[in-house]
């Protein structure tokens, strides 16, 4: 009887020992799951614990601890958040108009440096983009642009040797064409947000890239940003660009003189590849005169109107109707009979404040169509530096080579073919 009692009595405290035990292994274990983060190791119900669930059921159920952020370090949860820009395209203005100098160098040179500046501060992280140049360059000169790099996937020593191809600066600028081109280059983007760069100084003289702009951003609507860089001091081509990059609605557009402070140019790059504006120039403001009415007057007897002599511009049209500079065959230098013409020329230009002069070298058909369109350029650039030399602003100059291309009289006899080897003015402003 009292073996008997024993074991009812040893039974009952084995069951409540089993029973305590299972209920603790249950709890431990409800403590135990945890999210591994960069700040510890934190369990379920929110205590610290140093026990992680082993199983691989457990692992692929919690977030990947590359997007678990630390609220307690601002700077990467706002790096998280950040719209991140992975494929572009720089477009470089190579076209007549960047053989004329500015700030001591000649513009292509100046244009040339801000790419080379912004190849050099690209984010760290897999890119793909392009770079492409207009305007005619030597040994490719029936091509008004051309992708020099890409796309492909961004090496910055590969994008820096393709910068460095373009060495000539010559013809119109067919901006127009190049954004029109990029708009197909972007087909092969692998990502999902683009940037359009044009690095240029906005003379244009054919076509329309205001309207090229509102098409590559009506094609890729909110995916593409587009900035632009003036590369000088035309008023026209500052207006021109930031319009560009008005149509693009959340790039700027920025002078190359603004970039010559390193953090400036830093964060300009950092903000075509993170959609940002801390480089953006302020816009300044202009107060508008207070309208006054004008005094009243008293009836006067209209005074003789007298024949008004002619101004410098109207003088200016005359004589650019009639004015052409023949050269020898072979040859671009300035023969001295066109030299009272060519200052008289420069005379006006001063007085016509305004005018600009678009001016063209043409050849006869004599030797090679390359050799010819290069003969072309260095006529038509001869004629600029002579009037630059006379004091007429060079920004208000642009060159072109049209080579054999605009015969002005048959090449089949001499006569023709003398009457072709000129240059010829024309008023585009």
Same mark, same amino acid.
């Given at each position: ?45 929110? /205590?610290? +614990? ?8 457990? /692992? ?12 307690? #370090? ?8 950040? *719209?991140?820009?992975?494929?572009? @395209? *720089? ?17 292509? !040179? ?21 770079? %492409? ?11 008004? +642009?051309?992708? @020099? ?16 191809? *373009? ?33 240029? $100084? ?16 009506? %094609?890729?609507? $909110?995916?593409?940003?587009?900035? +632009? ?24 557009? @920025?002078?190359? $003189? ?7 140019? #830093? ?14 120039? $302020?816009?300044?403001?202009?107060? %508008? ?7 009243? %007057? ?12 002619? =101004? ?9 109707? /009639?004015? !052409? ?30 005018? @600009? ?5 043409? +050849? ?20 600029? !530096? ?12 642009? *060159? ?15 006569? =023709?073919?003398?009457?072709?080897? /000129? ?7």
């Amino acid at each position: 009887m009292v073996n008997n009692w024993f074991k009812a009595i040893g039974f009952i405290i084995i069951s409540m020992v089993m029973l305590f035990g299972c209920a603790g292994k249950e709890a431990h274990e409800d403590v135990g799951v945890s999210i591994s983060g960069r700040s510890g190791t934190v369990s379920t119900s929110g /205590r610290p +614990t140093g026990v992680h669930v082993s199983d691989a059921s457990s /692992r692929t159920s919690q977030p990947s601890e590359s997007f678990i952020l630390d609220p307690d #370090r601002p700077e990467e949860m706002g790096e998280y958040m950040r *719209v991140k820009v992975n494929d572009f @395209i *720089v477009i470089l203005d190579a076209s007549g108009s960047k053989y004329l100098p500015y700030s001591g160098k000649i513009k292509l !040179k100046v244009a040339k440096d801000i790419v080379r500046r912004f190849n050099q501060h690209t984010p760290k992280r897999p890119l793909f983009g392009g770079l %492409r140049r207009y305007g005619f360059e030597a040994g490719a000169w029936s091509v008004p +642009t051309a992708l @020099i790099y890409g796309m492909a996937d961004y090496s910055r020593p590969g994008f820096a040797r393709s910068i460095e191809t *373009v060495r000539w600066a010559g013809g119109k600028s067919p901006m127009t064409l190049a954004i029109d081109k990029a708009s197909d280059d972007f087909q092969q983007a692998k990502g999902h947000y683009l940037a359009l760069v044009i690095v240029s $100084d906005g003379k244009i003289y054919q076509g329309d890239p205001l309207g090229a702009a509102r098409n590559i951003k009506a %094609r890729y609507g $909110d995916r593409i940003c587009i900035y +632009t860089c003036l590369v000088g001091d035309l008023p026209f081509g500052w207006d021109l660009l930031k319009r560009i990059a008005k149509a693009g609605k959340c790039g700027y557009a @920025i002078k190359a $003189d603004d970039l010559d402070p390193e953090k400036t140019m #830093r964060d300009w790059v950092d903000d075509v590849f993170h959609r940002g504006r801390k480089a953006e120039p $302020d816009e300044p403001i202009i107060a %508008r005169p207070k309208k006054e009415r004008p005094p009243i %007057r008293e009836r006067e007897t209209p005074p003789i109107v007298r024949p008004a002599e002619k =101004g410098p511009c109207e003088l200016l049209d005359e004589l650019l109707r /009639r004015l !052409k500079v023949q050269f020898e065959l072979n040859k671009w230098k300035i023969r001295p009979e066109y030299r009272a013409d060519l200052d008289y020329l420069a005379h006006l230009m001063i007085k016509c404040e305004d005018a @600009i002069l678009d001016i063209q070298g043409h +050849t006869c058909n004599i030797w090679t169509e390359k050799y010819n369109m290069k003969l072309s350029h260095l006529r038509a650039t001869e004629v600029m !530096k002579y009037l630059v030399n006379r004091g007429v602003n060079p920004n208000r100059l642009a *060159v072109s080579g049209a080579g054999l291309t605009i015969p002005a009289a048959s090449n089949k006899t001499e006569g =023709g073919r003398v009457a072709n080897r /000129r240059v010829e003015f024309r008023r585009s402003w």
